[in-house]
């Protein structure tokens, strides 16, 4: 289609901006620590991307529609986030790579090429993809720069975390391991938010030990551990501190764990995520620069693994964790660790480490779980003698006063419809579940194995369900949902940030559907979906504002006016709260993009855009017929000469890779 199709006249842009001025139901903020800080804390880095991670839960409106039924004013609602100064490789808030690696295999470029030619199945695999995620595109992150930090004396942290304005000035996380020989380097360490505490207002993440040095290598003692809390040294969560399978400790010294959120439960505050608990095997596969075995076999290196290059990318199996806070100083032990599925003392089946995570959790309002808190997540099944599968999993109790430190008051069940198996036929690579409200519907998203495409991809198909009084779930695909109509169309792709209690799902989805298959990966766009379900939670006022349908977030940005609204693209969605607050990510056109249509130029290409974090505020009294959407005006294209281009498409690519499809 033409672009000259779309151009407004000069005379029918100014009636536009008569009529229109208000014409949205988003007001975008934009969120991001003072000016400065790209040469500043950050180690001297020009350019510096914002992801907004998540939002504030506190409820500031006495009405149901939220901030659509009152002014609200931005200020009130925290938004933590976090940067990158490069690529992060593989995720920093995974428990493995892609959700899929338990065998711990993609230690080199190649074998991550691999992954994304076999799982993705996209023709830019190679350079693109994996010159992005192995390389970086700055002298800042990178898997391989991460993986071979050991040959070189200082690492430079790539990822580093924010509250509204002020940086989490993170310092020496607390261990109480340090490698022989070594000492701490400053600004090393990496560090993501995944939630806000409800109750405490504490930012809940996950971190590395920082790097420390001997003048020649930079040693890591953990590449993640889960922490709570705002200051300088937040709590640190630990592993499993005693484990009859561990005999060499390196579990203790070197575990990896993860938080995701937290509850109030009996006037207690749980922090939630997955802890280690156990090696991983350690075959000659995983092998990087020395041999993971000696880690285990040699007393010397096992005495202090982190001061040997032998176990600087060693893996763990995890089981979902909870830390009880109560009098939480610098670190804390987990209180319980949740069973596998089944076969629950094999930690590794056929070289692959189990993995379990509690992603969110909420205290139910339903009738048969009132006031009982429910979480869901994955957790891994044996299936025969050699399958492990990942899967999304619900995790209940199994009385009705549950203990938070007892795994015996608490069983799990796979959700069914996502799992890996269909009978005999394997459909998916792995499934999870990311997010539940108090109504008991959660979602989450099942990757399609890249042998089994639909549409030419073969992407994270997304989910929602709702769980029955036995504590089981079905999931029940958006695009089924919606009749593979409108933006969930037929084999759409996406994550699933976050659902609040009226059923209102954010996150990001396909905004086209190119062929990703010996084609391009796919662009994505934030969107919000208002599930309607009268029956468990959704509202009729707060559906209407949305004409009960699913959206682009863009459209719902487009105020029809040159500046405000229109310096921005959202691509993600991560959070929403119960007053209707989005945390976001967007592309920035400063000044505005030069229409309003969906994939408009930037100064005809030639302006440089931003990554940075936003809150989407919605506007008071807005209804669905004030909806604009935005004109498709072309066939996307990569911006020449000043334009950064090149950075619009190493920001699509790598949001995909944090995330991980």
């Known amino acids: 289609m033409s672009r000259i199709n779309f151009k407004i006249s000069l005379i ?17 903020v934009e969120i991001g620590p003072a000016s400065g800080y790209e040469k500043g804390f950050a180690n001297n880095v020009d350019v510096t991307e914002f992801y907004g991670s998540a939002i504030g839960h506190n409820t500031e409106t006495s009405n149901e529609k939220g901030c659509f039924g009152e002014v609200c004013n931005s200020g009130n609602y925290v938004l933590a986030g976090d940067t990158r100064a490069g690529s992060e490789g593989h995720s920093y808030s995974q428990e493995v790579p892609f959700n899929y690696d338990q065998s711990f295999f993609l230690t080199s470029k190649g074998r991550n090429k691999d992954y994304c030619s076999g799982q993705l199945g996209y023709q830019t695999c190679s350079p693109g993809w994996i010159d992005k ?8 992150g990178g898997l391989e720069r991460e993986r071979d930090a050991w040959l070189f004396p200082e690492y430079r942290s ?9 940086m989490m000035a993170l310092g020496q996380p607390n261990t109480a391991y340090v490698p022989s020989g070594f000492s701490y380097q400053n600004t090393s360490s990496n560090v993501v938010v995944t939630a806000f505490d409800a109750v405490s207002g504490n930012a809940i993440g996950i971190t ?11 040693a890591l003692v953990y590449r993640q551990r889960g922490f709570w809390g705002n200051d300088d040294n937040p709590i640190i969560l630990n592993p499993l501190q005693t484990n009859v399978s561990d005999t060499h400790n390196i579990t203790k010294l070197m575990g990896r764990t993860m938080a995701y959120g937290s509850l109030l439960y009996q006037g207690t505050t749980y922090v939630f995520g997955s802890a280690s608990v156990a090696p991983f ?14 880690c285990l076999k040699d007393s010397t290196i096992s005495a202090d693994p982190a001061a040997y290059a032998d176990c600087q990318n060693f893996g763990f199996a995890t089981k979902a964790a909870i830390w009880d806070t109560t009098g939480a100083i610098e670190q804390i032990n987990p209180s319980m660790v949740l069973n596998w599925k089944n076969s629950f003392d094999e930690s590794n089946i056929d070289k692959k480490a189990r993995q379990g995570s509690f992603r969110a959790g909420v205290v139910s309002d339903t009738i048969s779980f009132k006031n009982l808190p429910v979480f869901v997540g994955i957790n891994t099944t044996k299936d025969g003698s050699s399958n492990s599968f990942l899967q999304a999993t619900v995790f209940t109790p199994t009385n009705q006063n549950p203990s938070l430190t007892n795994p015996d008051d608490w069983k799990s069940e796979t959700i069914s419809r996502a799992t890996i198996k269909s009978g005999d036929d394997f459909v998916y690579s792995n499934s999870l579940a990311t997010g539940i409200n108090k109504n008991l519907v959660l979602i989450g998203e099942a990757k399609r194995r890249g042998d089994k495409r639909e549409n030419g991809a073969a992407p994270n198909r997304m989910f929602l369900a709702t769980v029955d009084a036995d504590g089981k779930a079905s999931a029940l695909y958006f695009d089924e949902l919606n009749n593979n109509n409108g933006i969930f169309f037929r084999g759409a792709g996406g994550v699933t940030g976050a659902i609040n209690n009226y059923n209102e799902i954010v996150g990001r989805v396909d905004a086209e559907q190119s062929t990703e298959y010996f084609g391009k990966q796919r662009r994505q766009r934030g969107f919000i979906y208002p599930y309607n379900n009268l029956e468990y939670g959704s509202k009729q006022s707060r559906l209407d504002v949305f004409d009960g349908k699913p959206w682009l977030l863009d459209d719902l940005t487009n105020d029809g006016q040159k500046g405000g609204n229109n310096q921005y693209r959202v691509v993600d969605a991560t959070d929403i709260n119960d007053d209707g607050i989005i945390s976001g990510t967007a592309l920035k056109c400063e000044g505005g993009y030069d229409t309003t249509g969906h994939n408009s130029y930037c100064g005809s290409g030639q302006k440089r855009e931003k990554v940075v974090a936003v809150k989407l505020i919605p506007i008071a009294n807005a209804t669905s017929a004030d909806i604009q959407t935005r004109a498709l005006e072309a066939a996307p294209v990569e911006r020449k000469g000043g334009s950064l281009g090149w950075m619009a498409m190493i ?4 949001l995909g890779l944090r995330r991980n499809k």
């Open 208 to 218: 590395s030990s920082g790097y420390y040095g001997n003048g020649k290598n930079s």
């Open 281 to 294: 095997d350690t075959d000659s596969d995983k092998n990087y620069r020395g041999s993971v075995s000696n």
């Open 158 to 166: 790539n990822a580093q975390s924010f509250i509204n304005s002020s």
């Open 12 to 28: 029918a842009a100014s009636v536009m901006a008569a009529t229109s001025s208000q014409a949205a139901l988003y007001k975008v």
């Open 651 to 654: 920001f699509l690519g790598f």
């Open 133 to 140: 995620m192995w390389l970086s595109y700055s002298d800042h």
